[in-house]
């Protein structure tokens, strides 16, 4: 009830603007999936080639301390979503998880669904007069009822339940490949690739919305498993993988390559209606590069530690670029941390949105407006969180952790330990200081457990 009394309030907000609609800028929100920190060229890949991104960047705002509000998926979108903490939302690991019933921490009851009651990015614009799509990934919910179309999007192509692209040979679906076994989107001729089909969906899209502001949600499954490719990419990579450094698997390049062309198609859209100058672009991942095994090593987020469900640099640093709207928008590379959290409340001031004063409030996230008007401006968030109380087939074990200027501390649940890295002088992690900084160990741990406490977080037990 208290949602819906919000949005009436917004809905007449909007009503009132819509003769100013027509000025308000477009908004595309492009999410990859598994995207590590090191994987574009304009983030120092030296064997992906990112021509396109690479140029976006060029436009735009570029974080080199870009994070996800989780180290996996489904969190980080509901963040993404909503503005909230996947702590004080209670959905905490991808959906459904992964279940080790011999491990000594018995996990929480989490939620595994973005509940109706929460107002999403969706609504927010939908409320105040944008057209609104959502084109790939959703993973927030098994039932249909938590799908795109029920949480603010007028159209949904693509997002449903699964978390990875449908590969079961049995029930004839091909992964990345038609047929797609995709209940919300129909399958394409023999060949096409799944890439390149959102890319189409997004282009057809942009071409009929334009008549008034949209919010286009452009969430791939790319880069995620399973690892496809159309041949001609592998091949391309696969004869100069000797001269690569760090990433060596041509066929997660030729992944990387498929979502730089579909970038690539956006934008040529963008300017060819001309709408480029008053679109917002988000570029970013919903958490850091999956590494793989010993023998099936999948990116490198070197010089990050390890990489997706661990609470290290590799596992929730990303890349991150924001174009503004407007004929002369800002353009520069930022330090300053910002996350996941933090896309809602700038978006509604990006796109300068009336929005309820309650609504706002929920926000955990703060908005990124002001480094958008000099490069010299300062957050006045001090410190940003983790919370995961759950196990990692990458083999993580439960943990939360806080970053509070250059330092990061990190809380392992089941030896209840801590490790303390300043990131400025270490951030591959190597030199854990918690013994030799104890005051400054014990500051953020008690700025960790007043969060973890205002937040509701759910803990794991011992059995």
């Known amino acids: 009830m208290q949602k819906l009394l919000s949005l009436s309030v917004m809905a007449l907000s909007a009503f009132a603007l819509t003769a100013q609609s027509q000025r308000k800028p477009n908004v595309v929100f492009i999410l990859v999936d598994d995207m590590g920190w090191k994987d574009l060229g304009c983030y120092g890949s030296d064997y992906h080639q990112t021509p396109n991104i690479d140029n976006l960047a060029n ?37 459904e998880g992964h279940k080790k019933p011999d491990a000594k921490l018995q996990i929480p009851d989490w939620t595994m669904f973005l509940s109706l009651e929460e107002v999403t990015m969706a609504e927010i614009f939908k409320f105040a007069g944008y057209s609104t799509a959502h084109i790939g990934k959703w993973h927030l919910g098994q039932m249909e009822k938590y799908w795109p179309e029920n949480q603010g999007f007028d159209i949904n192509i693509g997002g449903w339940s699964k978390g990875s692209p449908n590969l079961n040979k049995k029930e004839g679906t091909n992964g990345y490949f038609s047929p797609y076994g995709n209940p919300r989107m129909k399958d394409g001729p023999e060949g096409e690739y799944l890439t390149e089909r959102l890319a189409k969906e997004a282009c057809d899209y942009i071409q009929h919305a334009k008549s008034k502001p949209f919010f286009l949600n452009l969430w791939f499954y790319n880069v995620h498993t399973p ?47 001309g709408l480029y100058e008053n679109t917002i672009i988000v570029f970013t991942s919903d958490n850091g590069g999956l ?52 896309f809602l409340p700038t978006l509604i001031d990006l796109a300068d949105l009336q929005v309820d004063k309650k609504i706002k409030k929920g926000f955990d996230g703060v908005s990124l407006k002001s480094l958008f008007v000099s490069q010299d401006a300062k957050l006045k968030r ?22 509070m200027g250059d330092w990061k501390l990190i809380h392992i649940m089941e030896s209840d330990s801590y490790e303390l890295y300043n990131l400025k002088n270490d951030v591959s992690e190597t030199e854990n200081l918690y013994e030799a900084k104890p005051k400054i160990a014990e500051k953020l741990k008690k700025t960790l457990e007043s969060w973890r406490e205002k937040m509701d977080a759910q803990m794991p037990t011992r059995k």
């Open 291 to 342: 590494i793989g095994r010993e023998k099936n090593k999948v990116t490198n987020n070197s010089p990050l530690r390890l990489g997706k469900g661990t609470i290290y640099e590799g596992g929730v640093r990303v890349p991150l670029i924001i174009k503004n709207a407007g004929d002369n928008p800002i353009k520069y590379i930022s330090q300053t941390p910002a996350i996941s959290i933090d």
């Open 59 to 95: 436009d735009a705002v570029k974080f080199t301390n870009g994070y996800s509000a989780c180290t996996v998926s489904s969190p980080t979108r509901a963040a993404i979503m909503t503005g909230k903490y996947p702590a004080k939302l209670h959905l905490t690991d991808w959906i």
């Open 382 to 403: 001090k410190s940003i969180f983790w919370h995961y109380p759950h196990y990692h087939n990458q083999g993580a074990t439960p943990y939360s952790a806080v970053r």
């Open 227 to 273: 690892l496809q490719a159309k041949q001609d990419k592998i091949d391309k990579y696969q004869a100069i993988v000797d001269s690569a450094k760090f990433q060596k698997n041509p066929v997660y390049a030729a992944m990387v390559e498929h979502v730089d062309d579909a970038v690539g198609k956006i934008i040529a859209t963008l300017k060819s209606e």
